[in-house]
């Protein structure tokens, strides 16, 4: 596999790989045609309701960092982040991560995280954030196979009272694990880049 933080088309960026004999391909989010794809992935998953001026928030800010997994036609995943700045540094968040259920365990949660991040590198983040539930073990594995740590627990975070773990992954150390995946393949070994992604919210 290519490091995911090699650099690549700045335009709408797609690309495909074969997977259990189906073509799982990933397209940039480009306007508001996708918008109703990416709310109805995230609301058949998540638990948090979201308006549609909070998608509108992030998409129309930063359009590119949205990226939608298909099958065929079929739209099954999508990460929706942004990045500004904070405290005098860039910093991106991962907003929305949802993969159906049919496809968790064929690393499309922790491809889509990659594409994301890799845009926030080129737009010049040293860290990303995010939060997951602690209950959520999947999506707590998925995103520390990547290189994030927890940075704290928020009590009662969620309007269903569970708590969250604050993550955050600097980019600077990530960059190197994050291209594990592609030495070892050359090296023949797994050198632990398989991430589960049973469970994620």
């Not at 990416?38 to 909070?54: A, C, N, Q, W």
């Not at 993969?99 to 926030?120: C, F």
């Not at 196979?145 to 627990?153: A, E, M």
Request: net charge negative; proline share 3%.
């Amino acid at each position: 596999m290519a490091d995911p933080l090699a650099d690549g088309a700045s335009e709408r960026i797609q690309s495909g790989t074969e997977a259990s004999g189906s073509s799982i391909r990933y397209v940039q989010y480009t306007d508001e045609n996708d918008l109703p794809i990416v709310m109805d992935l995230v609301d058949k998953e998540l638990s948090e309701p979201y308006s549609i001026f909070t998608y509108r928030y992030f998409l129309h800010q930063w359009p590119h960092l949205c990226f939608i997994s298909y099958d065929g036609d079929k739209p099954f995943g999508t990460v929706v982040c942004k990045m500004d700045l904070h405290r005098e540094r860039m910093r991106g968040y991962v907003a929305m991560l949802v993969v159906d259920k049919a496809y968790r365990g064929k690393r499309v949660g922790s491809e889509l995280v990659k594409m994301a991040i890799s845009e926030m590198v080129k737009g010049g983040c040293e860290e990303v954030m995010l939060e997951a539930e602690v209950v959520n073990t999947g999506a707590l594995r998925l995103y520390q196979g990547l290189g994030f740590v927890r940075d704290k627990r928020l009590h009662r975070y969620y309007l269903n009272g569970v708590d969250a773990y604050r993550l955050k992954l600097l980019l600077k150390l990530s960059e190197a694990r994050l291209a594990e995946p592609a030495a070892a393949a050359e090296t023949g070994g797994d050198g632990g880049a398989e991430v589960a992604t049973d469970m994620i919210a």
